[in-house]
């Protein structure tokens, strides 16, 4: 159930709320792999969000596939899962050019800054992922 308080957050209609919903009732690309080209997690100390991105990343230094993982209220599940759509096939230099006004542009809805710290954890995730790859171009990591 969304509280009233999350309700209200939302300056979008309907069909917007419902979106948000369904990413984070159902979200796309949620689960891990025993082995990826690099894996990040990051959480948010004040709300307790946490999420771990997993790219494969190609020769071409492009992300050719991503899985999430980890717990959080909708506003940072719905982004994690809408991000990791958006993703598949970018460059990791055009993944790292991506706003909060390309996160609000998904979700698809204005933000107060309580619920975009929330929106942002994928991005701010996914970015330092991309960082730690070009940084130690790991490849393989493996999870038993």
Not at 18 to 38: A, M, Q
Not at 90 to 114: A, N, W
Request: with cysteine.
């Amino acid at each position: 159930m969304v509280s009233e308080s999350m309700q209200k957050e939302f300056m979008g209609e309907g069909m917007y709320r419902e979106h948000i919903l369904d990413h984070y009732k159902h979200p796309r690309n949620f689960g891990v792999w025993k082995t990826c080209s690099v894996e990040h997690r990051e959480h948010n100390p004040v709300c307790g969000d946490q999420l771990s991105f997993q790219l494969k990343v190609d020769e071409q230094k492009r992300v050719s596939d991503v899985h999430f993982s980890g717990q959080g209220c909708a506003i940072s599940v719905a982004s994690a899962s809408l991000l990791s759509d958006e993703i598949k096939g970018k460059s990791l230099k055009e993944v790292q050019s991506m706003t909060r006004d390309d996160i609000q542009e998904l979700l698809g809805v204005e933000l107060g800054p309580v619920r975009l710290k929330c929106a942002m954890l994928s991005l701010d995730t996914v970015n330092n992922a991309c960082l730690i790859y070009q940084k130690y171009g790991k490849k393989d990591v493996h999870h038993g």
